[in-house]
Structures are given as C-alpha cells and as structure tokens.
C-alpha cells in the first residue's frame, strides 16, 4: 500500500506528534503553578475531561480491535467494569 503523503510531511507530523506529550505537560504544569494566568481553579475540571477523552479512545480501541460489525465482547466489558471499580475503590478508600 503506497501512502499519497509526502515522506517530508510524514516526518514533519510525527514531530508534532511527538511533541504533544511534552507541550501536554508543560501546559499542565504552567496551570498547576499559576503561570498561565488564573485558570487553575479549573485544572480539575480540565483533567475530567482529559482523562473522560483517554479512557472514550482507548475503551473505544479495545472493544472494537478484533469485532465484526462493532458488536461488544462481554468478556471485555467485564474487564474493562472490573477495571474502573478497581480504581474507584482504590479513589475511594485510599
């Protein structure tokens, strides 16, 4: 399969990808610390959303990475039930 991109456009865009982890925490840790101005007041509520957006994509991968037709395996539903009651117990009573 030969790909329509560049082979200079697919470098330049796995530099910015890699970068979005970096830039990530250097923005997170400039809201922590106050130096972005005085948004920090938000930083949970922007972490919800970022952790909601990781767990959507990867529980989104996982269930559909080896089913036909988008149909849900129980056995990783369970897995993926198990997994979040593991972390709010360990939230809760930690």
Known sequence: MTSHFSARRIVISLIIFSLMSPLGYLL???IKVNELGDINQYFDRIMAVVIGIFLHISTTI????SNKDHQYNRKKLIAVLLGVAVSLANFLFH
Request: proline share 0%; aromatic share 28%.
């Open 28 to 30: 997170s840790y400039g």
């Open 62 to 65: 996982l269930f559909e990475s």
